[in-house]
């Protein structure tokens, strides 16, 4: 998967399924729930972040919600430097409250993913 690729995929309400910290491999990885217009379910993506650092996360309370939607991704990009992603988050408790966005970012050498891309997902 190229940058331009992630940039392509329409995130933005897609639920987190799991987000995975490997610390001595320096990767992180993140299921994304797709919601797919012709099956009427979700299709599951993997996106593999390889050669981590740079890794900012605030402290999190894991009582305060049920689960969690991408509002939106940034991916930048600065001469001779690793590509820069920040996603920001919707914490969503069942009773359909959202508190405000949680913002994480981190730098990258590659990006990966495994599953497929639901037609409906893709931009332009």
């Given at each position: 998967m190229t940058i331009d690729e992630l940039r392509n995929i329409e995130l933005h309400d897609s639920g987190i399924d799991s987000f995975k910290v490997d610390f001595d491999l320096k990767k992180i990885y993140v299921i994304v729930a797709l919601y797919n217009e012709t099956t009427d379910d979700e299709d599951k993506l993997e996106i593999i972040f390889e050669g981590v650092e740079h890794f900012l996360i605030?402290?999190?309370?894991?009582?305060?919600?049920d689960f969690v939607e991408i509002f939106s991704i940034a991916v930048n990009v600065?001469?001779?430097?690793?590509?820069?992603?920040?996603?920001?988050?919707?914490?969503?408790?069942?009773?359909?409250?959202?508190?405000p966005s949680l913002t994480f970012s981190f730098s990258f050498s590659?990006?990966?993913?495994?599953?497929?891309?639901?037609?409906?997902?893709?931009?332009?």
């Open positions: 605030p402290e999190i309370d894991m009582m305060s919600f600065v001469d001779n430097q690793k590509p820069t992603i920040t996603f920001d988050l919707l914490l969503v408790s069942l009773s359909g409250t959202a508190s590659t990006i990966n993913s495994i599953g497929s891309i639901p037609k409906n997902k893709i931009i332009g």
